[in-house]
């Protein structure tokens, strides 16, 4: 399984397979992902199949599709050390801003490590 969606998994309340196929489900949907782009704008059916196999990494893509589909907002706080201490922070599409529950995991430039394990 990726790191990415096991350390989403200590805070959602799904399996880690489970947010991946929800992700999936999102990106097959053709929804948006930020204003002017669609999830079939950056993927397309292959990158999906390859997606929904455990063995493949998650990105950016599937974080924004997991936000929107949880309504949670994901921090990822860089720990390597060229941009230790930078945060990248991916909200759910929602057309306009707005408050949500924050994940925050760490990323090292190749490992994805959830920061706290509390559940949302």
Known sequence: MSCL???LSH??????GEIRAAACAYL??????IDGLQTGDVC???????????STWGSA?????VCSVYKVRVSVHSTRREDKGAVIVFE???GQPSLHRTIDI???GSHYTPMSRRRL
């Not at 397309?44 to 455990?54: F, G, H, K, L, W």
Request: hydrophobic share 30%; charged share 15%; aromatic share 14%.
């Open 5 to 7: 969606f096991n350390s």
């Open 44 to 54: 397309d059916a292959q990158y999906i199949r390859n997606m929904q196999q455990q």
């Open 61 to 65: 893509i599937e974080i924004r599709a």
């Open 106 to 108: 760490d990323w090292n």
């Open 28 to 33: 097959s949907s053709h929804q948006p992902l």
């Open 11 to 16: 805070f959602l309340p799904a399996s880690s």
């Open 92 to 94: 759910p599409y929602t």
